[in-house]
């Protein structure tokens, strides 16, 4: 068992907890939601090269990306100077289209945003 660390209830978390009585009940909601979460980024992302990769950090370095900026990621490509060795643009921007929202969140949260 971890200790107790204090965090702070942003909105998503007091809108995934609201419906909770106690704090028994409030930690239940919040390990199944990041155990659940975890299960996504394990079996979710998509094969991305070296120039790919450092593409998408070039377009994620504005920081932290909400959901709708996610799913944006193919027209950030597409409207994006890069000038990254070894890029094929086109299919990065493939694959980003081809990819679900979660394989998206994967590709985000392993690049560090």
Do not use: W
Request: aromatic content about 8%; proline content about 4%.
């Amino acid at each position: 068992m971890n200790k107790k660390t204090p965090i702070y209830f942003g909105p998503p978390l007091v809108i995934l907890t609201e419906k909770e009585k106690n704090t028994m009940e409030v930690s239940g909601k919040l390990n199944r939601a990041a155990e659940r979460y975890l299960e996504i980024m394990r079996q979710h992302s998509v094969d991305l090269t070296a120039p790919e990769q450092q593409c998408l950090l070039k377009a994620c370095e504005a920081g932290y990306l909400a959901p709708y900026e996610i799913t944006e990621l193919a027209y950030d490509v597409r409207d994006g100077q890069f000038d990254i060795d070894g890029l094929d643009k086109e299919a990065l921007i493939a694959k980003l289209e081809a990819a679900s929202f979660a394989d998206l969140v994967a590709i985000v949260e392993s690049l560090g945003y």
